[in-house]
Structure formats: C-alpha cells, structure tokens
C-alpha cells in the first residue's frame, strides 16, 4: 500500500497570500496523484489531477505541480472561501486507493 | 448535472450491518465505475471500494475484504454498500463517488452511520 503524506498538518495564510501544500508518496506514483478540497460538513470537490490539471469550474489560481513522489498545490492570492481541509490522493497503485491525512489551510 | 442521492442516517448496534443506497442521475450509469470512500469524525478519508456498475465487477481494499460487499441495480442506476460486523470503529461518513480515471470526480452528499450500542 503506498503511504501518503501531507504537510503541514495545518497552514496560516493571510487572505491575498500565497499558500503552498506539500504531498509525499512512499514510492513513485507517477502522475496518478489528485487534490481534494473538502469545506466542513460537506463532500470533498475534486481540485486538480495528473497532477497539474484543473478540474472543471476550478479557478486558475490552484495549480498543482510534481511527480514521481513530490508534489505541490498553490493557491496563489487566497480568497476567504479557499480555507478548508485539502487532500491528496494516489492513484497509481490500486487497490487500495490511498489519501493524505490532509493539510488544513487556516485564515491567519 | 451529474448527481448522486445517498439514503439516510443510520443508527446501529455494534454486531450489525448497515447498507448504504447511493442513488445516480445525469449521466449513463453503467458508464463509469463508483468508489465508496468512509470517513471517520475528524479523519481522513478512506478508500473501501470500487464497482464498475456495466459487468459488476468489484474492488475492494484488503481492510474491508471480509466485512463490505458493493452491488449494483441498474435500472434503478443506484449503487450499494453494505458493511457488516459493525463496530464502534466503523462510525463515520460514508460516500460514494465517480471514477474518472482513477479520481473521484462527483461525491454523493454522505451519509452517516453511526455505531452504538
């Protein structure tokens, strides 16, 4: 089962600011890695996937980049509704499908 | 528009099973497989299953080998999970969610199982 892992477990951003998110494979997964953003009390949204590809309806300023085992989300100029949980996920290698613990993005 | 209509809130005693509807519309449903991802209060989301919904074949991780079953009715284009020997573990939100190639594009709403005797 390939592990993944997230950091910072949590992120304190300034609205207008740029946010960086950080997703580690434990072995190579490729391109086969997508962002979730999940918003309390709700489904997680599919951000970004392969791993630079917006997902439809999903603003320019989330980009995902890495591969292999590294990646980044961005978030540039953060607006109040981009502070939630977000996650990455595999898949790469299956079953099963593996997700970050996630990385919380805070309003500093 | 994809959607995807999930049954109710469940109460269960540990020892029980539960079956969780999610319910498909907006798109052909046996064109797309279906994930069924859990997660627990304050947790991370877990991948359980896959369906593809045209021949029924499944996928499942080891962890929920022997407890979940994933079915399928397609005229009714609705999905199925059911989890058995239910345990105080087993409480979360359950969800299903629609492959495309290999991300899970379009979430059911959740539905929440709680175990508790």
């Known amino acids: 089962e390939i592990v993944m892992t997230q950091s910072p477990a949590t992120l304190s951003v300034s609205p207008g600011e740029r946010a960086t998110l950080s997703c580690w494979a434990s072995?190579?997964?490729?391109?086969?890695l997508a962002w979730y953003q999940q918003k309390p009390g709700q489904a997680p949204r599919l951000l970004i996937y392969?791993?630079?590809t917006r997902a439809t309806g999903i603003p320019a300023r989330f980009s995902g980049s890495g591969s292999g085992t590294e990646f980044t989300l961005t978030i540039s100029s953060l607006q109040s509704e981009d502070f939630a949980v977000y996650y990455c996920?595999?898949?790469?290698?299956?079953?099963?499908?593996?997700f970050g613990q996630g990385t919380k993005l805070e309003i500093k | 528009q994809v959607q995807f209509v999930q049954s109710g809130a469940e109460v269960k005693k540990p020892g029980a099973s539960v079956k969780v509807s999610c319910k498909a519309s907006g798109y052909t449903f046996t064109n797309y497989p279906l994930h069924w991802v859990r997660q627990a209060p304050g947790q991370s989301l877990e991948w359980m299953a896959w369906?593809?919904?045209?021949?029924?074949?499944?996928k499942y991780s080891q962890k929920f080998q022997d407890r979940v079953t994933i079915t399928r009715d397609t005229s009714a284009s609705t999905a199925y999970m059911e989890l058995s020997s239910l345990r105080s573990e087993d409480t979360a939100v359950y969800y299903c969610?629609?492959?495309?190639?290999?991300?899970?594009?379009?979430w059911g709403q959740g539905t929440l199982v709680t175990v508790s005797s």
């Open positions: 369906i593809n919904p045209n021949d029924g074949n499944t």
């Open positions: 392969g791993p630079s």
């Open positions: 996920q595999q898949y790469n290698n299956w079953p099963p499908y593996t």
């Open positions: 969610a629609r492959d495309w190639y290999g991300t899970l594009q379009h």
């Open positions: 072995q190579s997964v490729g391109s086969n």
